[in-house]
Antibody
């Protein structure tokens, strides 16, 4: 079955770079888009951006200047970097398969806390 | 930018009752691009409905979706204990590519 496993640092200082990686198994990496979505504590979902196997990316304009999504197709992995983090970037970060037009598989999430 | 507004914010119902959740878009949305998710505490969201009305794999038939244009509805015909959760609608568009509603919490009355 499709599985997404994600990992990365959970505690950052302000101005540091957030870095997360998601490994995909049980499905071909090609032919789909792969997304990062975040959820601040007690709040709703925010789509950050996505990438396909060709390296084509789309970003939410609210974060575009600080975000890079990349992929390593040889490892079936894609990654997220968010530069110059602040407390407002504290959230659970999810990787997800999609959009096809929706997200049909999700990783378990990583809580990233930004604190001095 | 398409904004999705969900109502009510919280729905207090007893097990066995019917739940009706609304998702209203600021502009018309292609029904093929409208999805619903369930999120239980401490878990990742789970896809319930895509294409406005098609149940995802393994989703019980007490969940149904309907609507078109700017008004969409998720209905849970008879609430089970495991249905108490937060529900989000989501649309796929051009700019931004993806937006979510702010969520409706279904709680036990």
């Amino acid at each position: 079955q499709v599985q997404l496993q994600q990992w990365g640092a959970g505690l950052l200082r302000p101005s540091e770079t957030l870095s997360l990686t998601c490994n995909v198994s049980g499905v071909s990496f090609s032919g789909f888009y792969w997304s990062w979505i975040r959820q601040p504590p007690g709040k709703g979902l925010e789509w950050i951006g996505d990438i396909n196997h060709s390296g084509n990316t789309n970003y939410n304009s609210s974060l575009k200047s600080r975000v890079t999504i990349s992929a390593d197709t040889s490892k079936n992995e894609f990654s997220l970097k968010v530069r110059s983090v602040t407390a407002a970037d504290t959230a659970v970060y999810y990787c997800a398969k999609g959009p096809g037009w929706e997200f049909d598989h999700w990783g378990p999430g990583n809580l990233v806390t930004v604190s001095s | 930018e398409i904004v999705l507004t969900q109502s009510p914010g919280t729905l207090s119902l007893s097990p066995g009752q019917r739940a009706t959740l609304s998702c209203r878009a600021s502009q018309s949305v292609n029904s093929a691009y409208l999805a619903w998710y369930q999120q239980r505490p401490g878990q990742a969201p789970r896809l319930l409905i895509y294409g406005a009305s098609t149940r995802a794999t393994g989703i019980p038939d007490r969940f149904s979706g309907s609507g078109y244009g700017t008004d969409f509805t998720l209905t849970i015909s008879r609430l089970e204990p495991e249905d108490y959760a937060v529900y989000y609608c989501q649309q796929y568009g051009s700019s931004p590519r993806v937006t979510f509603g702010q969520g409706t919490k279904v709680e036990i009355k």
